[in-house]
């Protein structure tokens, strides 16, 4: 079974730095596609970020690029989201989330964002907010 577990977010000021963290258990993350998305009260679910299974491909929203960063640990099992340079927007539930369809691939992408229905397997995500 596919769990996956977030943890790290919190209540940050503009311009605060926050690494939220996706670990996982009942398989070995390496080489699965790992997408974070989030979802703010009131609006869709968007993509984020994404880390391809081997590729070394990265995937950033336009509104986070430059400011977050995914990396992946395979020793911890975990795939991180360092984010930077905070803004109010960005305050929103994040979910970490693959799909054992997404074994050594790419991020799935359409027209440039990242596609949520490709990803099978989601955690219970973890809550940013950015407010002074």
């Known amino acids: 079974q596919v769990v996956l577990v977030e943890s790290g977010g919190g209540l940050v000021q503009p311009g605060g730095s926050l690494r939220l963290s996706c670990a996982a258990s009942?398989?070995?993350?390496?080489?699965?596609?790992i997408g974070w998305f989030r979802q703010a009260p009131g609006k869709q679910r968007e993509g984020v970020s994404c880390?391809?299974?081997?590729?070394?491909?990265?995937y950033y929203r336009d509104s986070v690029k430059g400011r977050f960063n995914i990396t992946r640990d395979n020793a911890k099992n975990a795939v991180f989201l360092e984010m930077n340079s905070l803004k109010p927007e960005d305050t929103a539930v994040y979910y970490c989330?693959?799909?054992?369809?997404?074994?050594?691939?790419?991020?799935?992408?359409?027209?440039?964002?990242?596609?949520?229905?490709?990803?099978?397997?989601w955690g219970q995500g973890t809550q940013v907010t950015v407010s002074s």
């Open positions: 989330a693959t799909d054992r369809g997404l074994y050594g691939g790419r991020c799935p992408l359409l027209a440039g964002t990242l596609r949520s229905r490709d990803f099978g397997s």
């Open positions: 009942g398989f070995s993350m390496d080489n699965y596609v």
């Open positions: 880390i391809s299974g081997r590729w070394g491909q990265t």
